[in-house]
C-alpha cells in the first residue's frame, strides 16, 4: 500500500480499515498528534504575543502539570506506534 497524502491526520485516517491497524490504535495516535500540535500552537502562539520568534518545539516547563501528565501518555503512545511499525515493517524500514 502506497500512501501519496502529505498530510499527517488524512494519512492516518488512509489506513483505517486497513489489516494489522485496529481504529483503537488509530483513534489514539490522532489524539497524541492532535495534542502535540495543539500544545505546540499554543506556544507559537504565546511567543508571537512577546514578540518573540514561534519555535516548533514544546517547552515542557512552561506546560502545566496535566499537560506534563497527557504528555506523558502521547509519547508513551507514540512508543507503542513506533514498536508496532517496526514490528509489521520488520526488514521493510
Given at each position: ?7 499527517t ?14 481504529d483503537?490504535?488509530l483513534?489514539?495516535?490522532i ?29 515542557v ?33
Amino acid at each position: 500500500m502506497q500512501i501519496n497524502e502529505t498530510n499527517t491526520l488524512t494519512r492516518l485516517e488512509s489506513i483505517r480499515g486497513t489489516q494489522g491497524m485496529p481504529d483503537g490504535f488509530l483513534d489514539e495516535a490522532i489524539q497524541a498528534y492532535n495534542m502535540l500540535m495543539t500544545s505546540r500552537l499554543s506556544q507559537q502562539a504565546k511567543q508571537l504575543m512577546q514578540g518573540e520568534e514561534p519555535a516548533n518545539t514544546i517547552d515542557v516547563n512552561k506546560l502545566t502539570d496535566i499537560e506534563k501528565s497527557t504528555l506523558k501518555k502521547v509519547l508513551s503512545v507514540i512508543n507503542e506506534i513506533i514498536i508496532k511499525l517496526k514490528s509489521d515493517f520488520k526488514g521493510v524500514l
